[in-house]
């Protein structure tokens, strides 16, 4: 009933740049936080950023001052933006949304299926 789906992945050289987006569709009421977590190979997944309703936001110490997270509750949308791109931010990357689909229904939280994201040397 709800869907996440990513987009903007891809191959980049270190020190360059990529855009994510996500965009939740489906029955929905209301989302409260949305974020973007990411799992690189043999790696547990791990919390990028988060940002709540109210546009509070959170980044993982690896990747503050390089990643900026950001929303628009009218679309339903959330975008990573990431600069200064390191190799060791290679992994597959999930959004994340805390989704309340009726006005009477607990929140339930939704992944998405991931996108790639490889920085090359």
């Known amino acids: 009933q709800v869907q996440l789906v990513e987009s903007g992945g891809g191959l980049v050289q270190s020190g360059g740049s990529l855009r994510l987006s996500c965009v939740a569709s489906?029955?929905?009421?209301?989302?409260?936080?949305m974020g973007w977590y990411r799992q690189a190979p043999g790696k547990q997944r791990e919390l990028v950023a988060i940002?709540?309703?109210?546009?509070?936001?959170n980044y993982a110490d690896s990747v503050k001052d390089r990643f900026a997270i950001s929303r628009d509750s009218a679309k339903n949308t959330v975008s990573l933006q990431m600069d200064s791109l390191k190799t060791e931010d290679t992994a597959v990357y999930y959004c994340?949304?805390?989704?309340?689909?009726?006005?009477?229904?607990?929140?339930?939280?939704?992944w998405g299926h991931g996108t790639q994201v490889t920085v090359s040397s």
């Open positions: 489906g029955r929905i009421f209301s989302i409260n936080a």
């Open positions: 940002i709540t309703s109210g546009g509070d936001t």
């Open positions: 994340n949304a805390d989704i309340r689909s009726t006005i009477i229904s607990s929140s339930y939280g939704y």
